[in-house]
Nanobody, 121 residues
Framework: QVRLVESGGGLAQSGGSLRLSCEAS????????MAWYRQAPGNQRGLVAR???????YYADSVKGRFTISRDNSEKMVSLQMNYLIPEDTAVYYC???????????????WGQGTQVTVTS
C-alpha cells in the first residue's frame, strides 16, 4: 500500500507565502514524476507543477515565477513553495506520485487526500 500525505496548507493573505509538503510511504520500489494539482470549487483539477525523478520541472503558466517545486528522493518527499499568493490560488491542492510498488511490473498514479489553501485579498 502507498500513502501520500500532504501538509502545510492554510490561510494566507494576498502577497504572502505558504509551503506545501507531501511525503510518500508504503511498499515503494521507485517513484517517477511527482506533482501538485489543484481544484477550486466548480473547476476541474488542474496541474500546478510537476517534477521528474531527475529534477526537471514544469509549471502552469499561472504560477510561473511564483511557485517552486522541489523533491527529496531519499525522503520520498515533494514540496511546493508558493510565493506572491493571489486569491485565484485558492483551491484544494493535491499531491501526485507515479509510484511503483515492490513486486509490481508497472507504476500507478497515487494521490494524496488534498490540503486546502485559501488566499484572502
Amino acid at each position: 500500500q502507498v500513502r501520500l500525505v500532504e501538509s502545510g496548507g492554510g490561510l494566507a493573505q494576498s502577497g504572502g507565502s505558504l509551503r506545501l509538503s507531501c511525503e510518500a510511504s508504503g511498499t515503494i520500489d521507485s517513484i517517477g514524476d511527482m506533482a501538485w494539482y489543484r481544484q477550486a470549487p466548480g473547476n476541474q483539477r488542474g496541474l500546478v507543477a510537476r517534477i521528474t525523478a531527475g529534477g526537471s520541472d514544469y509549471y502552469a503558466d499561472s504560477v510561473k515565477g511564483r511557485f517552486t517545486i522541489s523533491r527529496d528522493n531519499s525522503e520520498k518527499m515533494v514540496s511546493l513553495q508558493m510565493n506572491y499568493l493571489i486569491p485565484e490560488d485558492t483551491a484544494v491542492y493535491y499531491c501526485y506520485g507515479d509510484i511503483r510498488t515492490w513486486g509490481s511490473a508497472m507504476s500507478q498514479d497515487h494521490w494524496g487526500q488534498g490540503t486546502q489553501v485559501t488566499v484572502t485579498s
